[in-house]
């Protein structure tokens, strides 16, 4: 079975930082490129940064700076480094994989962690 995992989610201070990971399990992950998606309540889902197997990364504009995604192959899991976190960053951050060579949208996902940015 194929299963997303994240986890490190929770609470923070505007202006302090959080990391986030997602552990895959099921898939030849090597070969996907795995992004990070938010989504906050009455918003459209977003994707916030991606790396692909070669580690070429994309961000969002709005994160750009701030945020820095890795993966670690060995160990299955991808990771998101959130510095200077703003209110508006609060939502739940999913993890997905992305198979290269089929189309039509990120193939699996996993059930996301909270993040809160507040005082």
């Known amino acids: 079975q194929v299963q997303l995992v994240e986890s490190g989610g929770g609470w923070v201070q505007p202006g302090g930082s959080l990391n986030i990971s997602c552990a895959a399990s099921?898939?030849?992950?090597?070969?996907?490129?795995m992004g990070w998606f938010r989504q906050a309540p009455g918003k459209q889902r977003e994707l916030v940064a991606a790396?692909?197997?070669?580690?070429?990364?994309n961000y969002a504009d709005s994160v750009k700076g701030r945020f820095t995604i890795s993966r670690d192959n060995a160990k299955n899991t991808v990771y998101l480094r959130m510095n200077s976190l703003k209110p508006e960053d609060t939502a739940v951050y999913y993890c997905?994989?992305?198979?290269?060579?089929?189309?039509?949208?990120?193939?699996?996902w996993g059930q996301g962690t909270q993040v809160t940015v507040s005082s």
């Open positions: 790396i692909t197997s070669g580690r070429s990364t």
């Open positions: 997905g994989a992305d198979h290269p060579r089929l189309q039509g949208g990120y193939d699996y």
């Open positions: 099921g898939i030849i992950f090597n070969i996907y490129t």
